[in-house]
């Protein structure tokens, strides 16, 4: 009733049909859920994969680390509901959004003739204030959406900002250390002359 009536107008409501759903619906529903979440991140894998060649592919090593990181979070006293599921593969894309907007840089940095390692630190240096700044809107909009689900009882609004919030915090790890650490380590050693395609130069 207070999700129904939570931004509504002021119109009767009045009972046209009723019917028992039984809990294999949700179950199914749940289902789905995940098995779209799962095609969508392998999606965003392959994409990482071709259109960023070998950074992509390390990308997509933090990708997988961010969404183990981001489901052991959700086994501690979380229960994951439709929109929670939504939050959730919402903040994959904004996983995405750091690592595109950070290998973007990597090639114009690459390009201009710098060396892997000072690449990378300027690329990540240039791209953090974006990644920064987007962030913290959604951080901001996921605070408004709890303050307003709390308000008005709306639990589904609630679990939505939970999810997204704690995936976008999870990202922003996963964008500034784990990402930053596996192209150092993997990449410092190499030669880009030897090997400029693995880059998509």
């Known amino acids: 009733t207070n999700n129904l009536r939570s931004g509504a107008l002021p119109i009767p409501i009045k009972v046209v049909e009723s019917r ?19 095609i969508g991140l392998s999606v ?48 994959v894309g904004m996983a995405v959004d750091a690592n595109v907007l950070i290998f973007e840089r990597l090639k114009e ?19 953090w204030p974006s990644i920064r700044d987007s962030n913290t809107s959604t951080l901001i909009t996921c605070l408004i959406l709890f303050l307003f689900g709390n308000t008005f009882g709306a639990s589904m609004v609630k ?14 790890f996963t964008a500034i250390l784990v990402t930053r650490t596996f192209l150092h380590t993997l990449l410092d050693g190499m030669k880009l002359a030897e090997h ?6």
């Open 196 to 201: 400029p395609s693995w880059f998509g130069l």
């Open 109 to 127: 940095e690459l390009r201009a003739g710098r060396n892997l390692r000072q690449a990378i630190d300027l690329a990540w240096s240039r791209a």
């Open 20 to 38: 028992t759903i039984g809990a294999t619906l949700g179950e199914e529903s749940i289902r789905k859920s995940v098995l779209a979440g799962i």
């Open 44 to 91: 965003v894998v392959l994409f990482m994969a071709f259109n960023y060649r070998l950074p992509g592919i390390i990308a997509d090593l933090a990708l997988i680390c961010y969404a183990i990181f981001t489901l052991a979070i959700f086994k501690f006293g979380i229960t994951l509901t439709l929109p929670g599921i939504a939050g959730f593969i919402l903040s």
């Open 159 to 172: 679990g939505f900002s939970i999810t997204l919030a704690l995936g976008v915090g999870v990202s922003l």
